[in-house]
């Protein structure tokens, strides 16, 4: 069973609002992972750090999302002006070395009102 | 590009009868891959994967998935099949066997006790 935890569980925000959640990876796990479920069960990518450092990122054009790592202090994922398209689940996975399988936490399920 | 392709969106079994669900995956290299179950309203939890060698996996809950190079496939199964094992299914590549996890589309299994 996954041991990573995410917080908060669920998550309203009105447009235009900040959204931000938090991650704890699996202890001794280095590399965690983001990604984003819609309602159509479709996975997308956005950011995965190993330590503190970012790895990969999906092009952040928007600059709506942010994301850290810092040492010694749960991952967040922040949302600067939320859109009704980013009601979404966020996952938070984590894993050994970037080619391990991924265990995941629970999500965020965000609703943007 | 790499790619996962799970060409059954839904399948439907009764209860004790033989499951078998597909993947095809494209890469040009040996790959890694994994299989994740995600029940209603949960999240993701890791069932098996595939690095090298054996061709067939063993998992968790009595699952087991077997790779075959010849037409780039890794398949799940199990049996019997249970009303429990009711949940979505997803077969996933790691980005070039490292880092964040392309998915394919998903295949809804439904048991029929």
């Known amino acids: 069973n996954s041991k990573v935890i995410q917080t908060p569980r669920y998550l309203v925000k009105g447009q235009g609002q900040k959204a931000k959640m938090r991650c704890i990876p699996e202890k001794g796990h280095p590399v965690v992972f983001w990604y984003q479920q819609n309602k159509n069960n479709e996975f997308k990518f956005l950011i995965n750090f190993q330590n503190q450092e970012v790895l990969q990122q999906i092009d952040m054009t928007e600059k709506r999302f942010s994301a850290e790592c810092p040492s010694n202090s749960p991952c967040s994922l922040e949302i600067q002006s939320s859109e009704a398209g980013d009601s979404a689940l966020y996952l938070c996975a984590s894993s050994y070395r970037g080619k391990d399988e991924q265990y995941f936490g629970p999500g965020t399920r965000l609703t943007v009102l | 590009a790499q790619s996962v392709d799970q060409p059954d969106a839904h399948v439907t079994l009764s209860e004790g009868a033989s499951l078998e669900l597909r993947c095809s995956y494209s890469?040009?290299?040996?790959?890694?891959l994994f299989w994740y179950v995600q029940y209603p309203g949960q999240s993701l939890q890791f069932l098996l994967k595939?690095?090298?060698?054996?061709?067939v996996v063993k998992g968790t809950k009595g699952f087991e998935a077997e790779f075959r190079k010849s037409n780039s496939s890794f398949n799940l199964k199990k049996s019997p099949a249970h009303w429990s094992d009711s949940a979505k299914y997803f077969c996933?590549?790691?980005?070039?066997?490292?880092?964040?996890?392309?998915f394919g589309q998903g295949t809804k299994l439904s048991i029929k006790p």
């Open positions: 595939y690095i090298t060698g054996d061709t």
């Open positions: 996933a590549l790691p980005y070039y066997n490292q880092g964040k996890l392309i």
């Open positions: 890469y040009s290299a040996a790959p890694y």
